[in-house]
């Protein structure tokens, strides 16, 4: 079954590593095989990744586009361990995320990074909701 994704104006769209922007009106494309996309909104920029979690899920992005993922997993293995050190709190999403790569589910991994994302983004609200409290 295709899968319809439809693209804002000058939205991008990576296809198995290839980036594509669309021009100025929406568009609708069928995905009629299997590849790797990410869409603009899914993507982390390596600018963006301001924590240890979206650095994180960079390194998720890359092994779900790249063509020998096993070549990027020791670096996820290694912020795993620091991010579990720093935020133990963050167990069962790396155990999630670590699930997935293992079932080669790699999509599903990014999704579970993301998951990981908001936890770690409400850790720090907290932090600074106590902080402004103090």
């Known amino acids: 079954m295709p899968l319809r994704i439809t693209l804002k104006p000058h939205e991008r769209l990576i296809i198995n590593g ?15 095989t299997q590849c790797r996309f990410l869409r603009e909104s899914e993507i982390i920029r390596e600018s963006e990744a301001d924590t240890a979690g979206k650095r994180l899920c960079v390194t998720l992005q890359v092994i779900y586009l790249a063509d020998n993922p096993a070549e990027v997993e020791d670096l996820l ?16 999403y790396l155990l999630a995320i670590q699930d997935e790569i293992a079932a080669r589910q790699y999509h599903r991994a990014l999704k579970r990074g993301r998951d990981l994302v908001a936890h770690e983004r409400a850790l720090l609200d907290r932090l600074a909701a106590a902080g402004d409290a103090a």
Do not use: C, Y
Request: overall charge neutral; proline content about 6%; glycine content about 4%.
């Open 77 to 92: 293995v290694r912020q795993s361990t620091e991010i579990l050190k720093a935020m133990p709190s963050s167990a069962p």
């Open 18 to 32: 290839a980036a594509i922007r669309n021009g100025d009106r929406a568009a609708d494309f069928l995905i009629e």
